[in-house]
């Protein structure tokens, strides 16, 4: 088979790469648009239903290993600090602990990133790791917490981004409190000619608070020891980076690491990353020769398992009377906690319309609190309220239309390079979407009557999720035609096992239910991609295909040498070779390896590379309708509708389960969600499922989902693109859009609860608003 060694571009998250990678140049049997397929793309049930609804579904959280022991970890008290002295003497004298880590009895490990050390005696946020015990019980080890005593020397702290950009402000690292020492920034074209080019120029102000991943799961984490030989189950979102972060820690061979994950509840790009704690529980288990368990709190999980950042953003357009966009800058900083991370925010405004003229500049701040991690399409979900919302009040300004201002602006190419796309179907979402909320119905802003007032809204948005290579796939293929396939990927419940039985089921032609999915296993399962940047099926499902196709193919050849034909002579059909001009010999899978006397075939495949010159990504719009009740300025979401380009459709009911999630998640971060923070202390209020406001079942709008695309071909042979972060980026800025139409008046600052909406509703009616 076709395999090479090339150089191949692609985008994670943000983040150009260039890698050089095997792949296949298999390019026959490509699944055209036009190709019927009998299963892929089809509304299947999932592979893992059953085991889920029955509760036989074993997720990481659910592993319990005989004679196992529980840990949990010890956070700091202070915002900022240097520890004196831990004293371990009374805890470690309550019955029932097995043994505790701290910084005194810890190798001296340094974490990725500049993240400091795995115990840092310079604690930076309330909750930073001082200690771990383990414990018979997760009850005793949670007591023995209480009884560790510490002694810090109290330093001063800062939790805003904006009061740690001033020169004056205490310095958490070496380095200052801006990640990378200096901001981001990005120009194209001549942005002082561009403002003077325009008829108008409109600047305004967003903001966009800390939110917090909350996944079903906590990050949990169990580690067992077998002499020199380590098994982590992890609830991760990556299990090689989980792999590879393990074992340069604990200075280990990769082969000695092996990570399993089979199921999850969960992650939002907060599990993209291994955790100290599993390190931590590996040196626990090592020392007391017992398999380790280890959870986050729920209220851990608030403080120190991650959040997106928060968004500070100006954002000033040139326009010309026609609509025409001259010239677009942002400025914009965000808070990411503790430790270095990026917040900036600007993407959108610098690929979705065409401008010629652009310029960013984005500070990513670090602050005494918990670090930032990725979450769920990083930088776009800010970003894109920010400047969706902008674009609305551009259009009004000139009494266009908001979707004839964006088709003004409509680029058909990559704005940054000019690259064609692989495929835009954006124009087609807009239509479509419109058609499907009632776009006509929209009425002037602030225009509908009476107490309870109307709005509709929309939002475009743009992301990467291409996929990439490497991913490999291994088919092994039983003498009784079941098979089994492996693949290092995992499922984060998002559909990866359907889709690959799926595929397999759609080459071989055979029962799904004969087909196992082998994933999340480094031991087991060659290498894949993490399940992140909306990468996982179309990284995965190419190379699964790959490997299908070429155990036809090995199939094929078999039954041509046994029927002494060639292969251009034998017709495969659900799992049948067949001579093509005499039906009557054939031969079934199991008299293909009767014949052949084998027990076992195997194949492997691989991802294709990524064409070159072309920009791959994915579009989409959202269309919202809202109910606004001005007495409580209580804002309730009617209707979404969430049109989307996102190449070929694996699955229509794994997908629409995606886009509700990726929505519902949306609607939270529009209304509901924030971390409140009292300054003062540096303590998170809300880290618990209680007073933090998530989306619940009576908040859930109607959702229609619509997929404007057909399959991608120029990214693969089975042309499929990511659909994870799309379904979530442009939710909340058509919520936000929905109600300025509704009330006629714009809330900046999310997430957008009744006290603000009749705070601006009060302004507006006696004039005190511009
Ligand atoms: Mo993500 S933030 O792609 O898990």
């Not at 010890?74 to 701290?102: F, M």
């Not at 409509?410 to 979407?433: C, F, M, R, V, W």
Request: one cysteine or more.
């Amino acid at each position: 088979m076709t395999r090479k060694i090339v150089k191949t571009k692609f985008i994670v998250e943000d983040e150009h790469f260039e890698k050089i990678a095997e792949v296949s140049e298999d390019k026959s049997n490509v699944w055209s648009p036009e190709k019927e397929l009998k299963i892929v793309g089809k509304p299947v049930s999932r592979y893992d239903g059953y085991d889920k609804v029955s509760g036989t579904a074993v997720y990481t959280f659910d592993v319990k290993l005989k004679n196992m022991a529980y840990a949990r970890i010890l956070g700091a008290l202070h915002p900022n600090a240097q520890i004196r002295s831990i004293n371990i003497s009374k805890a470690e004298s309550l019955p029932g602990v097995l043994y505790i880590l701290t910084s005194q009895n810890c190798p001296s490990i340094n974490w990725y990133w500049n993240t400091g050390k795995l115990f840092d005696t310079h604690t930076r946020y309330i909750g930073d790791e001082v200690a771990c015990v383990i414990a018979e019980t997760e009850m005793i080890a949670e007591e023995a917490l209480k009884l560790i005593e510490v002694e810090y020397e109290i330093l001063p702290f800062v939790t805003t981004a904006a009061e740690a950009m001033k020169t004056e402000a205490v310095k958490l690292h070496d380095w200052g409190n801006v990640t990378w020492g200096k901001p981001s920034t990005y120009s194209r074209g001549d942005i002082e000619q561009g403002f003077k080019d325009a008829d108008l120029i409109i600047e305004e102000e967003f903001t966009t608070p800390v939110v917090i991943h909350n996944p079903t799961e906590v990050h949990c984490c169990v580690v067992n020891w077998e002499g020199d030989q380590l098994t982590v189950y992890d609830s991760t979102q990556a299990i090689f980076n989980v792999r590879e972060t393990i074992a340069e820690s604990l200075g280990l061979p990769n082969s000695k690491v092996r990570v399993i994950k089979k199921y999850m509840g969960g992650g939002f790009g907060s599990k993209l990353e291994a955790g100290k704690y599993s390190v931590m529980a590996a040196l626990a288990a090592k020392e007391i020769g017992r398999p380790v368990r280890i959870t986050m709190s729920r209220k851990q999980m608030g403080t120190s398992m991650g959040n997106r950042p928060d968004s500070y953003q100006k954002l000033k357009a040139g326009i010309k009377k026609d609509g025409t966009l001259t010239a677009l800058s942002h400025y914009s900083y965000g808070s990411v906690g503790a430790y270095p991370n990026g917040a900036g925010c600007a993407w959108p405004l610098r690929s979705l319309y065409k401008c010629a003229n652009v310029s960013i500049e984005e500070y990513s701040v670090v602050t005494n609190l918990g670090r930032a991690r990725a979450m769920r399409a990083p930088g776009h979900v800010q970003g894109t309220f920010a400047f969706e919302s902008f674009i609305d009040d551009l259009a009004e300004k000139i009494n266009m239309d908001p979707i004839e201002f964006r088709l003004k602006n409509y680029s058909e190419n990559d704005p940054e390079n000019n690259n064609p796309y692989t495929t835009k179907k954006l124009k087609e979402a807009y239509i479509q979407g419109s058609k499907a909320i009632g776009w006509e119905r929209r009425k002037a802003p602030g225009s509908d009557k009476g107490s309870k007032k109307h709005g509709i809204g929309m939002a475009s948005q743009i992301w990467w999720g291409g996929g990439t290579p490497p991913s490999g796939a291994v088919l092994k293929l039983n003498w009784d035609g079941s098979a089994q396939i492996h693949s290092g990927t995992q499922d984060l419940g998002t559909g990866t096992y359907t889709f690959i039985s799926q595929i397999v089921a759609e080459v071989l032609e055979i029962p799904m239910d004969n087909i196992q999915v082998i994933i999340g296993d480094t031991e087991t399962c060659p290498y894949s991609t993490q399940s992140g940047g909306s990468l996982t099926a179309p990284s995965v499902s190419p190379a699964i295909k790959d490997a299908a196709e070429q155990m036809k193919t090995k199939l094929i050849s078999s039954a041509a040498v046994i029927l002494e034909t060639t292969k251009d002579n034998i017709k495969y059909e659900s799992g049948i070779m067949s001579l093509i001009n005499d039906a009557e010999k054939k031969l079934t899978i199991p008299q293909v390896f009767e014949k052949l006397n084998e027990a076992m075939l195997v194949t492997t495949g691989n991802r294709n590379a990524n064409p070159e010159g072309y920009s791959i990504n994915t579009f989409g719009a959202h269309f919202a309708e809202v109910e606004v009740d001005t007495d409580t300025g209580k804002v309730k979401v009617i209707k979404i509708v969430a049109a989307h380009d996102i190449g070929r459709v694996l699955n229509r009911k794994t997908l629409d389960n995606q886009i509700h999630g990726g929505v519902i998640q949306a609607l939270g971060f529009a209304l509901l969600e924030e971390r409140v923070v009292d300054h003062s202390t540096g303590i998170v209020l809300n880290s618990n499922m209680h007073d933090y406001k998530l989306p619940t079942i009576k908040d859930i709008p109607l959702i229609e989902t619509i997929i404007v695309s057909e399959a991608d071909n120029l990214i693969s042979n089975v042309g499929t693109k990511g659909v994870g972060e799309p379904a979530h980026i442009p939710g909340a800025a058509a919520i936000a859009n929905a109600v300025y139409n509704a009330i006629g008046t714009r809330i900046k600052d999310l997430p957008i609860t009744p006290d603000k909406i009749l705070m601006a509703l009060n302004k507006k009616n006696t004039g005190a608003e511009k």
